[in-house]
């Protein structure tokens, strides 16, 4: 059994390793439940979706972004756009266009357009984004997150401003969000050995080497940047159906800092970092959470922000004592067959 | 005459942003280290001149006093925060920044308060001075001679003294700097201090400007200092200067003439701007290529 496994091609092992990756969220989805009650394991799987996006584009090319956000937020404003019927919208957005109000679909069709819009849009971005070298890829990318803050908080006929945006129908549901995450965390695990994210990689190792090789860095970055995008659009969709209400504040840089420091602390080289990030982060912060409220009840003063402080000082310590993340830096399937290679040399 | 008023706003502005660019980028040029935390060092200088101000301290001592502060929190920093990670890659290096700028934000509101506190600052500082139909307030105007003395002494220090030199040598080669029997925490902690020093003259023009803390007053300023110091070129501290008077530029002329209907999508447009100018000078005006060297 274990020697089929290694014998596998990348690919088929990558898929084999993502189903293994993807029956772990399932169950963590079902245990953390009771634990810790359903909204709270909803957000974290949606904040799991969008980390596991991020890592599309930052696990395999190295280059951190800090825009995704930035798509997360316009996933969740386009697909609200697209569910809400006409009198909703009336209620929130007296001055949307015609067009606009008449928009008016089931989620499926809605999450489909959203997500392609949104590839769509980080596509062309990306066209003058990814020629520009690693670091001031990050630099834009920030100036990415700043232009959707701006246009969220500026296009009042669309998105309400810098009110709360309301009324979104409750087409999403908790097995939604875990089939959405589970597609996330196959679709992320097979790309990292896919054609492109192997160039990728190769690229993020050696930039010149890769170059030479015949590497085309710039478009795989692209095709990376686009597909990450479409994914963290897909939390945004989530994001909004679930809560069917939200804020342009939930799309701002503490957002961005909460997918990083999710990505850093499992791990910035592998789909199984993000993983374990979001329930690394997830479990401390609500462990810190109760920890507060108890000394909040016993003490009586106000406590907020330890969660936070929580997170801060997990990235800090992951930073100094372990920087490849908790996970380090392989996915579950290629640590199982590093064991297993140096047996079969022998045998 | 509108021009003539733009452009003083804009050289204002630009002292301001300028001085921020500058004590981010001399990390930057030095340790490869992009400081987020700077954002932070400006919050605890606000905070140093809301204590001192209500505790009744003349604001001739208040000035030195956070610059003091400032200083001993940027050595703090380096000591508790960066030292562990030295040397590492410069995105490990953002990451560690970000981790403790969000610490020390949240201390802040935590043990602090999260709400504004109003800064009592004396009247001079509030009031504008005209010359014919133009306008300045005199914060800004104090802002542009603080940021011109910066600018003035600044290479003085750096080519003259012995620490500028030790800086400027391992901004060039680290190892090699080492080798010829320099201290390398000496220098690093001399570039925390310049650094920490001119946070705390961001904090007084800021506060100056606003008259009022509170713990994410960090978070705009570091913003423009990063993007300052991308522009110019991370690394180059002549370039965040310069970069520092172009942002104020753009950022001015945008306010100025912009038409009403997309008046509210100015940072956005200031954002295309210097993506614009990053395509074009993809290391910014005057920069070099961390992640490689």
């Excluded at chain 1, 930052?58 to 569910?83: C, E, I, K, Q």
């Excluded at chain 1, 409220?293 to 990235?315: M, N, Y």
């Excluded at chain 2, 501290?237 to 942002?247: D, T």
Aim: proline share 4%.
């Amino acid at each position: 059994m274990r020697d089929r496994l290694t014998e596998l091609s990348p690919l088929p092992r990558a898929l084999a390793g993502s189903l293994a990756l993807a029956a772990f969220v399932v169950v963590a989805a079902i245990v953390g439940e009771p634990l810790a009650g359903e909204t709270i394991v909803v957000l974290a799987l949606i904040n799991l979706i969008a980390t596991v996006g991020l890592s599309v584009f930052s696990s395999n090319s190295g280059v951190m972004s800090f825009g995704h956000a930035a798509f997360f937020g316009v996933g969740a404003y386009v697909s609200s756009l697209l569910t809400m019927d006409a009198f909703s919208k009336e209620l929130l957005l007296p001055n949307l266009p015609g067009w606009a109000v008449d928009l008016h679909m089931g989620l499926l069709p809605a999450l489909v357009i959203t997500v392609l819009l949104v590839g769509a849009v980080a596509l062309l971005i990306g066209f003058p984004l990814m020629r520009l070298p690693s670091l001031s890829v990050s630099i834009a990318t920030f100036g990415v997150l700043i232009i959707a803050g701006t246009v969220f908080f500026a296009a009042t006929q669309f998105t309400n401003g810098s009110g709360a945006f309301y009324g979104v129908p409750p087409t999403v549901g908790k097995w939604t969000v875990v089939a959405l995450a589970v597609i996330a965390v196959v679709v992320a695990r097979v790309f990292r050995d896919s054609v492109v994210g192997l160039q990728l990689r190769a690229s993020k190792e050696d930039d010149f080497g890769a170059r030479a090789s015949g590497v085309r860095v710039t478009r795989a970055r692209r095709v990376a940047w686009t597909l990450s995008a479409m994914i963290a659009a897909a939390a945004g969709v989530a994001y909004a159906g679930y809560l069917t209400a939200f804020s342009p504040r939930a799309f701002n840089f503490d957002a961005t800092f909460v997918f990083i420091t999710m990505l850093v602390v499992g791990g910035r080289e592998s789909t199984i970092g993000a993983v374990v990030g979001v329930f690394a982060i997830t479990a401390v912060s609500q462990l810190l959470e109760n920890l507060g409220q108890t000394l909040e009840g016993q003490l009586s003063l106000e406590i907020v922000g330890l969660p936070q402080i929580g997170a801060a000082l997990l990235l800090l310590a992951v930073m100094i004592f372990r920087r490849e993340g908790i996970a380090g830096s392989l996915e579950l399937d290629e640590r199982l067959s590093r064991r297993t290679r140096p047996r079969e040399a022998t045998q | 005459v509108q021009v003539l008023q733009v452009a003083i706003d804009a050289l204002s502005l630009g002292g301001t942003y300028a001085l921020l660019a500058l004590g981010f980028a001399v990390l930057v040029n030095i340790l490869n280290l992009i400081n987020w935390a700077h954002g932070e060092l400006i919050t605890v200088g606000g905070y140093t001149a809301l204590w001192l101000t209500t505790s009744g301290v003349p604001f001739v001592w208040v000035v030195p006093a956070v610059i003091a502060v400032s200083v001993t929190a940027a050595l703090l920093l380096e000591r508790l925060g960066f030292r562990p990670v030295r040397g590492a890659h410069p995105m490990t290096l953002l990451l560690t920044s970000f981790a403790l700028s969000q610490l020390i934000r949240l201390v802040l509101q935590v043990f602090v308060s999260a709400q504004s506190k109003a800064v009592r600052l004396p009247d001079v500082l509030s009031e504008s001075l005209a010359l014919g139909s133009l306008r300045v307030g005199v914060p800004q105007l104090l802002s542009l001679s603080a940021t011109l003395a910066v600018l003035l002494t600044f290479p003085w220090f750096l080519r003259r003294t012995r620490t500028g030199i030790a800086m400027r040598a391992a901004a060039e080669d680290f190892p090699v700097t080492r080798l010829m029997g320099v201290r390398a925490n000496r220098v690093v902690a001399a570039a925390f201090a310049v650094s920490g020093a001119l946070a705390g003259i961001s904090a007084i023009l800021l506060i100056a400007q606003r008259g009022t803390v509170n713990p994410g007053m960090g978070a705009d300023p570091v913003i423009i200092a990063f993007v300052a110091a991308a522009i110019g070129g991370l690394g180059s501290l002549g370039g965040a200067a310069m970069a520092g008077f172009l942002y104020a530029l753009i950022e001015t002329v945008l306010q100025a003439y912009l038409p009403g209907g997309v008046a509210a999508y100015q940072s956005a447009l200031v954002w295309v701007c210097l993506i614009v100018i990053l395509s074009w000078r993809p290391y910014g005006l005057l920069g070099r290529d961390l992640a490689r060297v």
